[in-house]
């Protein structure tokens, strides 16, 4: 059985526009819009090249597929449509100017927006049962939803509308120090510089499962663009610098007067993750956690929460922001029709779900370029990306199909050594980032908790979704993976995960003594991580900090 998931709607305020495609319960296929279209996040875009790269890479057409399930319900229509609101949504999602298909014989319909992240997160997290915490901007009505689940069965224990969003919050919080929106990335950066010495507007009680409110701008009926506004009011009233910074135009010395407001958003974002975990520990009998929705991509938050030790082991899914959600479409459609075996909900592996190309297609892109090329083997390849990392070089990394989901993970990559400071100015200016934000490492995983203050890396750091402290002993050797507070946000990395890559790891440990490698997105400033080596080769000629660039077995040098 094949189900079609989908997010995205033409013309719409959605965002990480994605498809996915699952057989028999298994996740397939699945890509976000924005590395085809390249806009970023592709706002307002249905994933149509996303849905034909997913049919594609399976071998079949529209008419093979037996379900289209969308993460987001619109008002007043819940589940499975039929009649004119079918032919509405299937115009919309699989046009037919684009798509031919009979569409009497496809069912299709909604699926609650937080159920599908709770779906994408709990079937690919190998758990047999979860307490799980949904926390996000907003669905359609909530913003936050806390729910139990097992194989089959999922409810819901509490919602809270969107007037509750932390994501509004953490928007809000970036906006009012001048960062811009929808830069959650940047602000966490800057809350490792402050002190948390300032009070918050909200804050959740564990003993009796609510969020408390101080702030005389709340209303619970606000939607989440009024949410927003309203906790900028209040951190103008009542945070240093008492003054919302005009966006884009902060310098870096004055945005440092706002550390420690940084700092102290974070914490309280940070106590909210733990105090919820501990209400959830206290009505749910299991020892796992899932975490879901856009905010649960932020590390720091992640990293304390597993030092919290609540939960024994947590997983959040690598797209747990909103192009997960047709994965987790899909999913929620094959729970719902009962397909799931015992073998069924098992930890993913990696999420190398975009698309490949092979050694003839990269010819095919560099035939004309005047480019120095060399093919080389496996084993020849890793030993001189070793050496050239070893020498300072900064490496374009393009292997496999794209990560699915706003990580690089080793397949769309730049990749540095860690022992010159220097590394993470020269990267940060190739990528058009601000110099105060930090890198982060690929490493090896029988050396993890050598290098990092944490026991547990199979919680979140196979997918460099948490923070940990590099112990102190490395610190001076690795500095240019050590963030202003000791942390780092690590990959750990299993050999069957990325082959090559671990290679290249092990390559350049046994020339350095140092069991980890920079990796960061290969992408420029305000652009999608690269797809097609044609992209490789873009940001390749266009950005010369970038020494060398390795697409398949591909060696290439200006």
Same mark, same amino acid.
């Given at each position: 059985?094949?189900?079609l ?17 699952? *057989? ?38 529209v ?11 619109? $008002? ?11 032919? $509405? ?7 037919? /100017?684009?798509?031919?298909y009979?569409?009497?014989?496809i069912?299709?319909?909604y699926? =609650? ?12 997290s ?8 949904v ?17 089959? =069965?999922?409810?819901?224990?509490? *919602? ?14 970036? +906006? ?13 950066g800057?809350?490792?510089y ?31 663009? $009024? ?10 009233k009542? /945070? ?13 010395? $004055?945005?440092m ?55 024994? /082991? ?11 959600c047709?994965?987790g ?8 029709? +009962? ?14 779900? +975009? ?6 297609d990269?010819?095919?892109s560099?035939? /004309?370029?005047?480019? *120095? ?12 990306i ?9 490496? +374009?990394w ?53 290098v ?14 948490? %923070? ?17 507070d000791?942390?780092s946000r ?21 020339? %350095?003594?140092i069991?980890?490698i920079?990796n960061?997105?290969? =992408?420029?400033?305000g ?16 950005? *010369?900090?970038?020494?060398?660039l ?9």
């Amino acid at each position: 059985m094949y189900i079609l998931g989908i997010i995205g709607n033409p013309g719409s305020e959605c965002h990480d526009s994605s498809a996915a495609l699952i *057989k028999d319960g298994l996740v397939v296929a699945a890509a976000e819009q924005e590395r085809f279209s390249r806009r970023k996040h592709a706002p307002g875009e249905a994933p149509l090249d996303a849905i034909a790269y997913c049919l594609d890479k399976e071998g079949i057409s529209v008419d093979d597929v037996d379900y289209v399930a969308v993460s987001w319900e619109p $008002e007043g229509i819940h589940g499975e449509v039929k009649g004119k609101h079918k032919e $509405e949504l299937l115009e919309k999602i699989l046009p037919t /100017n684009i798509f031919k298909y009979n569409a009497k014989r496809i069912r299709c319909g909604y699926v =609650n927006h937080h159920i599908t992240h709770i779906t994408a997160a709990f079937y690919q997290s190998g758990f047999s049962d979860a307490a799980c915490m949904v926390i996000d901007g907003q669905g359609e009505n909530e913003a936050i939803t806390l729910a139990k689940v097992s194989k089959g =069965n999922l409810e819901v224990i509490k *919602k809270f509308p969107i007037a509750y969003s932390l994501g509004a919050l953490y928007d809000a919080a970036a +906006g009012y120090v001048g960062l811009g929106f929808d830069v959650p990335g940047k602000f966490m950066g800057l809350a490792s510089y402050g002190i948390p010495n300032q009070k918050m507007p909200i804050s959740f009680d564990c003993d009796e499962g609510k969020f408390l409110i101080k702030s005389d701008y709340f209303n619970e009926k606000n939607n989440f663009y $009024e949410t927003r506004e309203n906790y900028i009011k209040y951190f103008e009233k009542n /945070n240093y610098p008492y003054r919302r910074a005009s966006i884009g135009e902060i310098q870096a010395s $004055e945005l440092m007067t706002y550390s420690n407001f940084a700092a102290s958003v974070q914490n309280s974002l940070d106590e909210m993750f733990i105090n919820m975990a501990k209400y959830l520990k206290s009505i749910v009998n299991t020892q796992n956690l899932i975490l879901a929705g856009g905010v649960a991509l932020n590390c720091t938050a992640n990293g304390k929460l597993d030092r919290s030790k609540i939960f024994d /082991n947590i997983f959040v899914y690598p797209a747990s922001n909103d192009a997960g959600c047709s994965v987790g479409a899909a999913l929620e459609i094959a729970r719902q029709r +009962g397909i799931f075996d015992k073998n069924t909900s098992r930890r993913i592996q990696n999420v190398y779900l +975009g698309k490949s190309y092979a050694n003839d297609d990269v010819l095919v892109s560099i035939k /004309n370029s005047r480019l *120095k090329v060399k093919y080389m083997e496996d084993s020849l390849l890793t030993k001189t990306i070793a050496k050239d990392l070893n020498e300072n070089k900064i490496i +374009g990394w393009f292997q496999s199909g794209f990560e699915f989901g706003p990580r690089a993970l080793g397949a769309r990559s730049l990749l540095a050594g860690t022992v010159d400071r220097n590394i993470t100015n020269r990267l940060n200016r190739v990528k058009g980032r601000e110099l105060w934000r930090p890198l982060s490492p690929i490493i090896l995983d029988k050396c993890y908790s050598d290098v990092f203050e944490d026991d547990t890396p199979q919680n979140m750091s196979s997918f460099m979704l948490k %923070t940990c402290i590099v112990r102190e002993e490395w610190r001076s050797k690795v500095p240019a993976i050590v963030h202003v507070d000791d942390s780092s946000r690590p990959q750990y990395l299993c050999q069957e995960d990325n082959e090559l890559l671990y290679g290249l790891l092990q390559e350049y440990y046994d020339l %350095t003594s140092i069991p980890m490698i920079v990796n960061t997105s290969f =992408n420029t400033h305000g652009r999608p991580i690269v797809n097609s080596p044609r992209e490789a080769l873009i940001e390749f000629e266009k950005e *010369k900090g970038i020494d060398i660039l390795v697409i398949g077995n591909y060696y290439i040098e200006r």
